[in-house]
């Protein structure tokens, strides 16, 4: 699975760069994994995708946050 | 009859700025990145000090706790202990007055943001512009300051109050 490794990044950087692999990757519909540190991005991801019809899970929170995204899921 | 229709984010987002301290220039530019990705329409209209967030030249923007008790001042460096303590507390505001504070205080702020993982404020500003958040000048406070075009950054709007009223959502705005 796709990795977007966004650890070490503070928001709204972790967003951003996610947003920006998604318009890179306008084809993409597989998941993908993206993983962050910024602790308050436990929340921030999922309020992102929800916003952007992205389905989200979180996969781990330990020792850095990990979620499996993909498009056009239902939300 | 009530409406059960979902409520909408509002699609556009905007924001003054009046302040030109480092800190609030963070503030804002993180605000206006984030909402600029949640696919919200971004105005941000910068006036009197607020400016100098726009400026190509931004040894300007500086951070002081010299009359700002709310400010959290913690060094980032040195051992566990000591970058635990709010300095803004502990020393006299006299202290801040002195000569070299504002630009240690500054250079502090700018460490512990890169500690966080936050980048520099021209990159942040730049990655604003490019994720297309509008910035406007007011032109009369360019004026006043006695300002020239040259001295902003480029992807700057020059206009007035009446503009940005005309542009920006009648839900959300926010002074800064």
Redesign the interface.
């Known amino acids: 699975m796709q990795r977007l490794d966004l650890t070490?990044?503070?928001?709204?950087?972790p967003?951003?760069k996610l947003?920006k692999f998604l318009s890179q990757n306008p084809a993409l519909q597989d998941p993908f994994i993206v993983e962050v540190?910024?602790s308050g991005a436990l929340k921030d991801i999922p309020a992102?995708c929800q916003?952007?019809k992205l389905n989200c899970e979180l996969r781990q929170s330990q020792p850095n946050i990990e979620f499996q995204v993909q498009r056009g899921a239902d939300v | 009859m009530s409406d059960l229709s979902p409520v909408h984010a509002s699609p556009q987002f905007s924001l003054i700025q009046s302040k030109g301290t480092l800190d609030w220039a963070y503030a804002s530019f993180i605000l206006a990145s984030t909402a600029s990705v949640m696919d919200k329409e971004v105005e941000l209209f910068f006036t009197f000090y607020g400016l100098k967030c726009l400026l190509k030249d931004t040894s300007g923007l500086k951070v002081s706790p010299l009359g700002r008790p709310e400010m959290i001042v913690k060094s980032p460096v040195g051992p566990e202990w000591f970058r635990k303590v709010d300095w803004n507390q502990k020393l006299p505001g006299l202290v801040w007055s002195l000569p070299g504070m504002s630009n240690l205080a500054t250079l502090g702020f700018k460490q512990q943001m890169k500690q966080q993982g936050q980048m520099s404020v021209e990159a942040l500003r730049e990655t604003c512009l490019e994720l297309g958040v509008k910035m406007t000048a007011c032109q009369m406070t360019v004026d006043m300051m006695g300002l020239q075009k040259d001295d902003f950054i480029d992807g700057v709007e020059f206009a007035g109050a009446p503009s940005y009223f005309a542009q920006t959502p009648d839900t959300q705005s926010l002074f800064i």
């Open positions: 070490g990044l503070a928001c709204p950087m967003i951003i947003k540190s910024d992102f916003q952007q």
